[in-house]
């Protein structure tokens, strides 16, 4: 059973940057493709980005391609989320999810944190 912690959201002025890190433990997280959603109030939980086993390859939304980078650490049990030049409508909880499958749909994610609070203001 794989536990996944996330840490790193809080306040940011529009145009900073914030890092996001969910921390794994309980399983073979290397065995695990990661990926990262957010839901804001009134809105459908929404996928941002995912990254394979090795770190090799990985995939993002339109909405924050470009923006949002995913990276992870192995050794460290850790995947990241940098977000940068954040805008108000980034306002969200962020959440780190596992699949055993590079996917962009939370139904085929195995685990997923309890989400970290995000809030950029204009």
């Known amino acids: 059973q794989l536990q996944l912690v996330e840490s790193g959201g809080g306040s940011v002025q529009a145009g900073g940057s914030l890092r996001l890190s969910c921390a794994a433990s309980g399983g073979t997280f290397s065995s695990y493709f990661m990926g990262w959603f957010r839901q804001a109030p009134g809105k459908a939980r929404e996928f941002l980005g995912s990254i394979s086993r090795s770190g090799g390859m990985s995939d993002y939304a339109d909405p924050v391609k470009g923006r949002f980078t995913i990276s992870r650490d192995n050794a460290k049990n850790t995947v990241y989320l940098q977000m940068n030049t954040l805008k108000p409508e980034d306002t969200a909880v962020y959440f780190c999810?596992?699949?055993?499958?590079?996917?962009?749909?939370?139904?085929?994610?195995?685990?997923r944190g309890q989400g970290t609070q995000v809030t950029v203001s204009s």
């Open positions: 999810a596992a699949s055993r499958s590079l996917s962009r749909h939370l139904i085929e994610y195995n685990y």
